[in-house]
C-alpha cells in the first residue's frame, strides 16, 4: 500500500497458494482445507479428541530437512521434509507464531483483492 506497487500483494497471494497447497509437497498446511490435507498434526486436543479430522482452522508448520523430532519423513530434500504425523514436531507442529501471520495474511489479501485488480468492479 505505501509503494503502490500490485507486486507485493501478487507475491503474498503466492506466499498463501503456498500455504494452501502450492508447493513440493503438495499439502495444505491448513487444517481442514484443501484435498490433500494436513490430517495427523502435533497437535494435542486434535489428537485426543477421538475425532478423526484435526481441530480446521490451524497452520501446520510445514517442510524441515532438519527432521530433528527424528520421526519417519518419505523425503528429506529441503522443499518435502515433511511428515503428517503427530510424532512430527519438527515439521507438523501447530504453534500460535504461524497462525497468526496466516490469519493476517489472508484477510490482508481479502481487503485488498478489489485494489490489486483480482476481483472486477
Known sequence: MLTKDKKYIDYALTNLD???GRNG???SFLT???SKQVMRPHHRPSIADGIEEPIPGLL???PNPGRQDKCHY???EPETAFSD???SYASNEIAINWNAPMVYLANAIEA???NAGYVQP
Open 25 to 27: 509437497t503438495g499439502y
Open 85 to 87: 504425523t503427530d510424532c
Open 112 to 114: 485488498l483483492q478489489k
Open 32 to 34: 481442514g482445507i484443501g
Open 74 to 76: 518419505d523425503h528429506t
Open 18 to 20: 503456498y500455504l494452501l
Open 60 to 62: 501446520s508448520g510445514g
